[in-house]
C-alpha cells in the first residue's frame, strides 16, 4: 500500500489526512505500518487523496 508515500508527496500530516478522510489518527499510523486495511477504510482514504484505489493499493515493491 502507497499510503505514506501518496500522502507526503502531497505535503499532508497525518492529523491532516484524519481531518479530510474522516479515518481516525491511529488508524491511518497502523495501515501505514503494517501495509493492510478494509477496503470501505481504503476508499475513504483514496478519496481524500485524490487517488484511485489501485494506486493506492498497488504494491510497487512487485512493480
Known sequence: MN???????????????????????????????????RVSTAIKLADALGVSLEELCRDTKES
Open 3 to 37: 499510503l505514506r508515500s501518496i500522502r507526503t508527496s502531497k505535503g499532508l500530516s497525518v492529523p491532516d489526512l484524519v481531518k479530510l478522510s474522516g479515518v481516525p489518527r491511529r488508524t491511518i499510523q497502523e495501515i501505514e505500518n503494517r501495509d493492510d486495511c
